[in-house]
């Protein structure tokens, strides 16, 4: 893989990574912002639970406290006797009277709860028909039996015990408490009737919105309401169609804008929590089923309505999304800090590569082009030298030199002191050539004990004399050893390039002839063989 493509890999990587990471973190964000609201939510449900329950309590007190009376206890004994004597059902003359007296009994009652808490209605109905005897709302409405459309009043004057609970009734929707109504001086004894007071939630949503500082509304099904409220008192009708909705109660303007614009989420009748964006502006909205007193005493039975319980959630939101967009620019900036630490680690990397792999080169090259006893040129590289320096001068006219040396009567210096001192011999005159010829000059190790040296820009007369000063300096030293100080010579044969060389060969022979002759006449000393050519001659 290219170093290009192993950076774009790591930097798609890291920034994959990056971005993988601020997904999650805002996600989890997300997450715990969803949970704190839910929870909110089930606050809020049973805040308004209490409020429901306290209401009940509420108005089984009230109801006990009216039905304790003893006048409203002995008038209702009149009550049934009259109705009773009167033929039941709405009674006469007699149970008018009595009615009417009962009603001035408790009205002042009736006007004092009806404008401090709000309550509904004081209803008085004769037992075991479940009659109604006397509405404080609408005296003018009586003698209707209840055993049909309001469960709690039969259920209480079956077995005389206290209930409460929401009901939906032909005048009103509310929280109802029915006490019984026993016969004067027989307590628990003779059931002559019961007595209900009720309110509507419509003050108490309001209450509870101004404590939490959250919307409170209540919602009847259309079915529910008109199987059983008189057509005067329906709420206001606020969504169409068969399961109509009614507006019973609501602490806050919004509810009712959603139901017109339908722009109520979807509720299939269970807990639900949704969100709500209503102008520019997002809304929690939780919602639960209404159960009235049959319903919360058989699961089973369908709510008569729903509660809905909502506050504006934008701020939240907005530090949500406030805090995603710092979690992709702490992203990003990460993303930039690692890219520029891996770029920086990675060019590091791949300059120590580079420098290794230019080391590992060298060395190849070393041992590719030198000699590893001596540390001169090889052979090899020496001849491809020989080869360009006559390109070089077949093209630039630049003359050279070619000298070839051989040590004098090596063989004995090996015989005699062992090859290893041969060896060091082969160094010595290494070192002491090197020092006698210029840095330009080009020493090989051409053969055993067979050196050759080219000599640039070198031509005739300057030539002789590198060759007689390599020749003087080697015989000018000796090596010594542990054992002797060895006297060393060499026989160099030199020769001019030239431009009519084919190739080294021409030359070699040439350096080869003057060298053969040096040794042939005695040895340590100078040979030359020119090029056959007109102006080739030494000093030319
Ligand atoms: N120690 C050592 N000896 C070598 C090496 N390469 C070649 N030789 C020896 O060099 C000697 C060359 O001997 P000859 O060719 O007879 O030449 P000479 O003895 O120098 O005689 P002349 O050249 O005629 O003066 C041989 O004994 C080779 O074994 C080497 O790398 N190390």
Redesign the pocket.
């Known amino acids: 893989m290219s170093y290009r493509a192993v950076i774009l890999f790591a930097s798609l990587l890291l920034g994959g990574a990056c971005m993988v990471i601020a997904h999650l973190a805002g996600d989890l964000e997300e997450r715990r912002l969803a949970a704190d609201l839910d929870q909110q939510a089930l606050r809020l449900k049973t805040a308004f639970d209490v409020l429901q329950i306290e209401l009940q309590h509420e108005m089984v007190s009230i109801a006990d406290l009216l039905a304790s009376d003893q006048d409203v206890r002995r008038l209702l004994a009149e009550a049934a006797a009259a109705v009773q004597a009167e033929g039941g059902g709405r009674g006469g003359e007699r149970a008018a009277q009595v009615r009417e007296t009962l009603r001035r009994r408790i009205a002042p009652q009736w006007e004092t709860l009806h404008q401090e808490i709000g309550l509904q209605q004081i209803h008085v109905h004769l037992a075991p028909e479940t009659t109604s005897f006397l509405r404080m709302r609408a005296p003018e409405a009586f003698g209707d039996a209840l055993r049909r459309s309001r469960q709690l009043i039969p259920d209480v004057q079956r077995d005389g015990q206290r209930r409460s609970g929401f009901e939906i009734g032909p005048s009103y929707a509310g929280v109802r408490g029915v006490v019984p109504v026993w016969a004067p001086g027989s307590e628990s004894g003779v059931l002559i009737g019961s007595l209900e007071v009720g309110v509507s939630f419509a003050g108490h949503v309001e209450r509870l919105s101004g404590q939490t500082g959250v919307g409170y509304g209540v919602l009847l099904n259309q079915e529910a309401v008109v199987e059983t409220m008189l057509e005067t008192y329906h709420p206001p009708q606020v969504t169409g169609g068969l399961r109509g909705d009614y507006l019973l109660a609501a602490s806050r303007p919004e509810l009712a804008d959603w139901l017109a614009h339908s722009r109520m989420p979807d509720y299939a009748g269970t807990y639900r929590v949704t969100r709500l964006d209503w102008q520019g502006q997002l809304f929690q909205v939780i919602r639960f089923p209404l159960r009235d007193y049959l319903g919360q005493l058989d699961a089973a039975r369908p709510p008569v309505g729903s509660i809905i319980i909502w506050h504006n959630v934008s701020e939240p939101w907005r530090k949500l999304k406030h805090l995603r967009q710092q979690i992709n620019g702490f992203s990003l900036a990460g993303y930039l800090v690692a890219q520029s630490l891996l770029l920086g680690v990675l060019f590091l990397l791949r300059r120590e590569w580079q420098r290794q792999l230019d080391a590992q080169t060298a060395d190849l090259i070393q041992l590719a082009t030198t000699d590893a ?1 001596t540390g001169l040129f090889n052979r090899r590289y020496f001849l491809e030298q020989l080869t360009q320096q006559l390109m070089r001068l077949s093209r630039l006219h630049e003359p050279c030199a070619l000298l070839m040396v ?10 005699t002191y062992g ?5 060091r ?2 160094q010595h005159f290494t070192a002491v050539a090197r020092g006698a010829l210029r840095k330009i000059d080009l020493i090989g190790r051409i ?3 067979e050196f050759a040296v080219l000599l640039p820009g070198v031509n005739g007369q300057g030539a002789l004399d590198a060759a007689e000063r390599l020749r003087q300096a080697v015989a000018d030293t000796v090596l010594k050893t542990e054992e002797d100080a060895i006297p060393i010579t060499v ?1 160099v044969g030199m020769t001019l390039l030239d431009g009519a060389d084919r190739g080294p060969d021409a030359a070699l022979q040439r350096a080869d002839a003057a060298l053969y002759q040096a ?1 042939s006449a005695g ?1 340590n000393r100078v040979g030359i063989a020119l090029p056959k050519q007109p102006g080739r001659l030494p000093g030319a």
């Open positions: 006893l051989d040590l004098d009567f090596f063989k004995r210096v090996n015989d090859h290893a001192t041969g060896d011999v082969l053969g055993g004990e026989s040794k040895r």
